[in-house]
C-alpha cells in the first residue's frame, strides 16, 4: 500500500484528510479495472475498499472476448491466462442427471487454445482478437490488486468503508471510516464500484429499477483433489465448464479455474442441504471439503442514472444481470474503461464538458440492453428446466419420453446462455454527443456479431499479418486509419487535434483487403477502440469534428 497519491493530514487516531483526483469506492474487478486504467494514464487515484483483503468467494468465472480484448490494451491479458484456466481443458457445457450418468445433452465449447486457434486463422473480421478465458473473481481480484498497488498514482486502500458525501462545483467530499478512525477524501470525482448494495448509489438517491427477487438460491464452494481427475465418473459426461442438473432445484455445477474448486447453486431450505445437494449432484463418492456457503437472488435492474454531477456509477452499482450470459462483471469493466479515458481527458484539460456527460449515454444503453440479454437467456434456462417431471429417472416409456423431451428443448434453449457473441462484440453506441450521428444502423444482435466500422461500434478485429492485428496498432489517443493505400489528406484533422492538444496519430494500412472489410477509406477511432467517424474524403470541417469528439 502506497500513500505517494494523497496527502495526508493528522495522526493515528485523528480524523484525516486527503486529497486525491479520483477516489474509487470498491475493489472489485471493476474498481481494481478503473484503478488500473487510471493508473496507467498516469491519473491520482484511490481505490478504497471495506473488507480487509479480497476474500475467497465464488463469484464470477469468466471474461468473454471482448473483457480479454481490454485487458490485453492494459498489458494484462498474458498474466490473467496464466493465472486462469489451463487453456487446453474444454469449455463444454452438459445438461445431466448425475455426473456418473450419461448426460441428457453434451453442448460442446472450443478450449482457449482451440479458441485462439480458429482466432488465429481468421481471415475476416467475424472474431474478436482474444479467446475468453475461465478465471475465478478470487483469482482475478488479488492479480488486478497487485497490478495496481505497483502504479504510482494509484493508491490502494482495503479496511475502508465508505460512509457519505457531499459535492460541490470543485469537487467532492467523501467521508469513510477505517479501524484507525475516520479519513475524509477530497477528489475532484467519486466512482462508485461498490456492487448492488451501493451505497454511492444510494447518497445519490438513485433508483434501481426493472426484475428483483425473480429467485432465491443457496450457493456453495468446495475443494475436491479427485473430482475432476476422475471424469469422467463411469458413464457420466466429459470434462466441461457446466454441469446442469436436470430436477427440480435448479442444481447447477461449475468447475473453478483451478479444476480443484467447484461452485454449486441450488433451491434449497438449509445451509448445510448443500453437502448433501452436492453428494447428490456428483452421484458417486468423493473426497471434498465444503467451504462456504451463501445465499443469492436473481435480479435483473438498471440503474436510472448512472451517476449525478462530479460522483458516477459503474458494474453492479449501475446494473445487476443474472449470470445467465455471463454478462455481469464483462459489462462492468466496459463501463470501467468507457469512463477511464474520459476522466483522463477531462484532468488533461482537453476533453470537453460532453466528454462526462457521453458516459452515462453510452454505458446506460449497453446495460440496459444487456439486462435484455441475461433475461433473454434466464427465459431460455427457465424453459427448458420447466420440462422436468418427477418421473425423469423412471425406466419406462413416460420416463424416456420426459428425458427426451427436456433435452430436446435445452438444445434450443441453453444455447443462448452460452453463445452471446453479438452482447459481447457488438454494442454499439447510439445518440452519444462524442460520435458521429449516422442516421439507421445495424440491429443490435444477441447471438450473432457481425462487424462494422458504424460510428459508435467497436473497430472490428482484423490481421495485417502474422502475429500483427490492427488493435495493438491503435495509440492511446485518437488513430484516424487510412485505409487501402488512400492519399486523401488528413492533415487538417491532424492539425486541429493537436491545436486542442490532444493525443492523435494517423495509421496508414495498404492492404486492400483491410479498406474492403471495413468499408471506407478513413476510419476515426477514440482511445477505448470505438469508431467516432468515417469517410471517403477528408471531414468537412476538420475542427468542428475534432470539438465534437472530444466534447465541446
Given at each position: ?14 480524523e484525516r ?6 477516489l ?6 471493476v474498481?481494481?479495472?478503473?484503478a488500473?486504467?487510471?493508473g ?17 468467494l ?9 473483457t ?16 486462469g484456466l489451463?487453456?487446453s481443458v474444454?469449455?463444454?457445457v ?8 450419461p ?13 485462439l486457434?480458429?482466432i488465429?486463422k481468421?481471415?475476416d ?5 482474444e ?12 492479480l ?5 498497488e ?9 479496511g475502508?468503508?465508505?460512509?457519505s ?32 448494495a ?5 447518497q445519490?438517491?438513485?433508483k ?27 458413464d ?10 436436470a430436477?427440480g432445484?435448479?442444481?447447477?455445477l461449475?468447475?473453478q479455474?483451478?479444476?480443484k ?7 434449497v ?6 453437502a448433501?445437494?452436492?453428494e ?34 459503474a458494474g453492479?452499482?449501475a446494473?445487476?444481470?443474472?449470470p445467465?450470459?455471463g ?15 474520459k ?7 482537453w ?13 446506460r ?37 420426459t ?25 454499439r453506441?447510439?445518440?452519444s ?11 443490435h ?5 457481425h ?7 467497436r ?5 495485417l499479418?502474422?502475429n ?5 496498432r491503435?495509440?492511446a489517443?485518437?488513430t ?7 492519399q486523401?489528406d488528413?492533415?487538417?484533422i ?6 486542442r ?24 477511432v ?6 467516432v ?7 468537412d ?7 465534437m469528439?472530444?466534447?465541446?
Open positions: 500500500m502506497k500513500a505517494n497519491a494523497a496527502g495526508l493530514e493528522g495522526g493515528e487516531g485523528m484528510m486527503e486529497q486525491t483526483d479520483v474509487i469506492v470498491g475493489a472489485g474487478p474498481g481494481l479495472t478503473l488500473i486504467d487510471l496507467q494514464k498516469g491519473v491520482r487515484c484511490t481505490l478504497i475498499e471495506k473488507k480487509e483483503a479480497p476474500e475467497f465464488p463469484k464470477m468465472e469468466r471474461c468473454n472476448a471482448r480479454m480484448e481490454i485487458f490485453r490494451r492494459m498489458g494484462l491479458s498474458d498474466k490473467i491466462r496464466k493465472a489451463d487453456a474444454p469449455m463444454d452438459y445438461v445431466v442427471l448425475a455426473m456418473n450418468e448426460p441428457l445433452l453434451r453442448l460442446p465449447y472450443p478450449s482457449v487454445n482451440e479458441a486457434a480458429e488465429r481468421s481471415e473480421a467475424s472474431q474478436p482478437l479467446a475468453y478465458q475461465l478465471i475465478s473473481q478470487y483469482t482475478l481480484e488479488p488486478l490488486k497487485s497490478v495496481a505497483e502504479l504510482p498514482t494509484v493508491t490502494v486502500r482495503y475502508t468503508e465508505f460512509l458525501l457531499e459535492q460541490d462545483e470543485g469537487g467532492v467530499t467523501a467521508r469513510t471510516t477505517t479501524k484507525n478512525g475516520d479519513v475524509t477524501y477530497r477528489a475532484k470525482y467519486v466512482i462508485g464500484c461498490d456492487g448492488g451501493s451505497p454511492v448509489r444510494k445519490l438517491g438513485i434501481l429499477r426493472g426484475e428483483g427477487n425473480l429467485l432465491h438460491l443457496r450457493q456453495a464452494l468446495y475443494y475436491s483433489e479427485e473430482l475432476y481427475n476422475r471424469i469422467p465418473l463411469g457420466g459426461p466429459g470434462r466441461g465448464r457446466h454441469y446442469h442438473v430436477d432445484q435448479a442444481t447447477f461449475i468447475m479455474d483451478s479444476t474448486h467447484w461452485t454449486l447453486h441450488a433451491v431450505e438449509k445451509d448445510e442441504d448443500m448433501a445437494q452436492f447428490k449432484a456428483v452421484g458417486a463418492p468423493v473426497d471434498y471439503q465444503m467451504l462456504y456457503v451463501g445465499q443469492w437472488k436473481q435480479n435483473l435492474l438498471l440503474a436510472d442514472n448512472y451517476g449525478s454531477g462530479r460522483v458516477f456509477l453492479d452499482a446494473h445487476l444481470v443474472i445467465t450470459g454478462l455481469g462483471m464483462n459489462t462492468g469493466v466496459g463501463d470501467a474503461v468507457d469512463l477511464g479515458w476522466l483522463a481527458a477531462t484532468l488533461e484539460g476533453g470537453g464538458p460532453n466528454l462526462l456527460r457521453s458516459y452515462e449515454i453510452e454505458r444503453q449497453v446495460g440496459d440492453r444487456n439486462v435484455g440479454a441475461s433475461r433473454y437467456a434466464s427465459l431460455g434456462r427457465r424453459k427448458w428446466r420447466s420440462q422436468y417431471r418427477p418421473d425423469i429417472r423412471d425406466n419406462t416409456p413416460a420416463g424416456q419420453a428425458r427426451d423431451n427436456l433435452a430436446g428443448v435445452a438444445d434450443t434453449e441453453q444455447r443462448k446462455t452460452n453463445e452471446m457473441i453479438g452482447a459481447e462484440l457488438g454494442y453506441y447510439v445518440g454527443p462524442v460520435i458521429t450521428d449516422e442516421p439507421g444502423g445495424p440491429e444482435l444477441f447471438r450473432e456479431y462487424p462494422t466500422t458504424w460510428p459508435g461500434a473497430l472490428p478485429h482484423l490481421w499479418g502474422d500483427d492485428p490492427v488493435q495493438d491503435i495509440g489517443g485518437y484516424m486509419l487510412r485505409l487501402g493505400g488512400t486523401i488528413t492533415s487538417g491532424e492539425g486541429a487535434f493537436k491545436a492538444g490532444v493525443p492523435y496519430q494517423t495509421l496508414d494500412i495498404a492492404s486492400q483487403r483491410a479498406r474492403d472489410i471495413y468499408g471506407y477509406d478513413l476510419v476515426l477514440r482511445p477505448d477502440m470505438h469508431v467517424w468515417r469517410g471517403k474524403a477528408a471531414p470541417d476538420a475542427e468542428a469534428l475534432a470539438a469528439v472530444t466534447g465541446h
